[in-house]
């Protein structure tokens, strides 16, 4: 490992600034969806194997518990979402001035939260309706 | 590129520059992969999240006979694959940032996409034989 200081050396930033949380939010987000990603192909595979199967697979799905997580898969989906429209915007030169990345930030936060209320009110929803 | 002062002297070649490869011989593949893949996942995981969502209910027959339709199929394949994808791409830019040392780095970064690629593939393979299996 070379001696000179490499990218990206956390320590030397100011960790309150909204760029950097905004920035490390989409990385934890990211990650999350990942690990999101096991679970989307676990339930997959158990619908291709069959109702008993499924059934087994549904019953740990369906755990407590794992609203929560479902909770964290919404929040993290809806901010990545938000926030990767935002970065594909950047892309193309638009919007990269210090007042509108600003507001642009506020702006992330507030949708993907909005955007996770309507998801879990639905998902909500959707449960109580369903046997 | 901004135009620099006679002093600035590039120290790349001119092929090197026309070719535009850099250090990862690789060049912008990976940047415009992930845009690509993004761009793709915008109306991919919207429309996985209603569709989850407008279900009347989450037992194996519904979503069986869900899955089993040609229009669901292709895009929960695609959806799948492109998700991997994008996500592959993402989890390797955090291992180069935050693993360090060669060896611990190499390692994560082939595990890492061994199991992206084992996960499409399940993924991919379980919707096939749902399309292409018989009616339960």
């Known amino acids: 490992m070379p001696a000179r200081p490499l990218s990206p050396h956390l320590s030397v930033y100011q960790m309150s600034r909204y760029t950097l949380a905004t920035s490390i939010c989409n990385r934890l987000t990211g990650l999350a969806l990942s690990a999101g990603l096991l679970l989307l192909v676990y339930w997959l595979v158990a619908v291709a194997a069959g109702a008993r199967a499924y059934a087994r697979a549904a019953h740990c799905l369906s755990l407590p518990l794992m609203k929560l997580l479902y909770l964290a898969l919404i929040l993290a989906f809806s901010y990545h979402l938000v926030a990767g429209i935002r970065h594909l915007v950047w892309d193309t030169g638009r919007a990269l001035e210090r007042a509108q990345s600003r507001r642009s930030a506020w702006l992330v936060v507030a949708l993907s939260l909005l955007l996770a209320c309507g998801i879990a009110c639905a998902a909500w929803l959707a449960g109580a309706r369903a046997p | ?136």
């Open chain 2, 1 to 136: 590129m901004a135009r620099r002062g006679p002093r600035a002297v590039s120290l790349r070649s001119p092929l090197g520059r026309v070719l535009g490869l850099g250090a990862a011989k690789a060049g912008v593949h990976h940047w415009w992969t992930q845009r690509l893949t993004a761009i793709a996942l915008v109306p991919l995981s919207l429309w996985f999240v209603v569709s989850l969502l407008a279900l009347p209910a989450l037992d194996h027959t519904t979503v069986y006979a869900w899955m089993r339709q040609s229009g669901t199929a292709l895009l929960l394949m695609l959806f799948v694959a492109v998700a991997t994808w994008h996500s592959q791409l993402g989890v390797r830019v955090v291992i180069e940032d935050y693993v360090h040392g060669v060896g611990a780095r190499t390692l994560t970064l082939v595990l890492v996409t061994f199991a992206h690629i084992g996960l499409a593939a399940a993924g991919v393979f379980a919707v096939l034989r749902v399309a292409f299996g018989a009616a339960p």
